[in-house]
């Protein structure tokens, strides 16, 4: 089987074999059991969806099936298999791939992969991401609006495979990247654990809460106007995607180019000092805020996206910005947001006035602010810490593993 040529003027390095998806490995379907029956579920196999491949090692899910269960509607595959999303939302704008550290089960929207003799694993999976951009090209929308790949199209991809030998070279190279970068993340941890302990001891003495919409003058709502979905460049306007707004921070790369002048409106641009919200995500990242410390100028609000009009003689947004992560608080966003189970879910304004929050004096608020600030700076800098070492490591990973400009 042949597969689809390499780029014009790429080519694979001289020892490498040039080989077709196809021929890597045994490509396997998964499948559902009966959500209807008790009996396949609830047990001790992690089925692996669209939903839970999150991570590159793939070890866990939140949905477990019983051994009855895998064997009817399932599919079992052992340590060492690479599995991918081929059908989902997240397709749209990203590539979900990992290999299993454990016997798994999963469902009809990934694909597994059992690598052939003299593949590894792991550089198998190394060698598809780094197709990512030729393989998100191939993803096609379905009736339902999610994204599909083909199987043949992606079979008939090609990659190139050096000796076994090379191939965990590489491996162990990307691992090393791998465990610096897990180090940063650790310590990203403990300090918003931190962050959370200072909540709990800022609010601990607040005997009264208040309704949110007390501290706000009013709550403005984006639009979403047409748009690329590619981030807008100097001097261009964009619009905000929903994952602008991180806990704690806000992320303005994240934006979609908007070419028509038509449709650009400077009043939803987001200024400095603005405080963002979630009005649309996942249940854990919905009715989320942040302060948007300097943001480059010609971004607009999303129709996902809110701006709270604080009170600044009653509140700080920067504490508003912590009380929105508080336990309570999260508890009452999640019981007023709509929407099914696994969905986008959404929070309106009303609901949102209506969060009850620990009534705090503005001074207190303020020192709360002026200690979590030095923390701040500490993970702010750890946060571009990782944003470089990925960046180290994907273009090292590109040259190791994909095609290269042919002298």
Known sequence: MRGEAVEAGFAWPRGWRRIPLAEAGKWLSGGTPSTSNDAYWNGDIPWISAASLKSFRIADSDRRLTRMGAANGSR??????????????????????????????????????????????????????????????????????????????????????????????????????????????????????????????????????????????????GKSPLAEDTPAGEGEWGVLKVSAVQRGWFNAVENKVVRDPTLINSRFEVRP????????????????????????????????????????????????????????????????????????????????????VPDVSLDDQRRTVAVRAASKARTDSLRKQLVKLRAIQQGMVEDLLGPRPVP
């Open 76 to 221: 079992l595959v052992g340590e060492g298999t690479v599995l991918f999303i081929v059908r989902g939302m997240s397709l749209k704008s990203e590539f979900r791939i990992g290999v299993t550290a454990r016997e798994v089960a999963f469902g009809q929207d990934c694909k597994a992969v059992i690598p052939v003799e003299g593949i590894d694993p792991h550089f198998l999976a190394h060698a598809i991401q780094v197709r990512t951009p030729k393989i998100l090209g191939m993803v096609e929308e379905t009736s339902h609006g999610t994204g599909r790949l083909d199987t043949a199209r992606l079979q008939a991809l090609e990659i190139g495979v050096p000796p076994l030998a090379e191939q965990r070279r590489i491996v162990a190279a990307h691992a090393a990247f791998e465990r610096r970068i897990a180090v940063v993340e650790k310590v990203l941890q403990k300090l918003r654990v931190a962050e959370a302990a200072l909540v709990a001891r800022a609010t601990a003495g607040a005997q009264v809460r208040v309704k949110l919409g007390s501290w706000l003058h009013g709550i403005e709502a």
């Open 273 to 356: 000092g603005d405080l963002i919200m979630t009005r649309a995500n996942t249940e854990d990242l919905v009715g989320l805020a942040c302060v948007a410390h300097n943001p480059p100028g010609c971004l607009m609000l999303s129709d996902k996206t809110l701006r709270l009009i604080v009170d600044h003689s009653i509140a700080d947004p920067e504490f508003i910005e912590l009380v929105l992560m508080e336990p309570g608080v999260r508890r009452q966003v999640k019981a007023a947001a709509t929407g099914t189970s696994g969905s986008m879910k959404n929070i309106g304004q009303d609901a949102i006035k209506g969060l009850l």
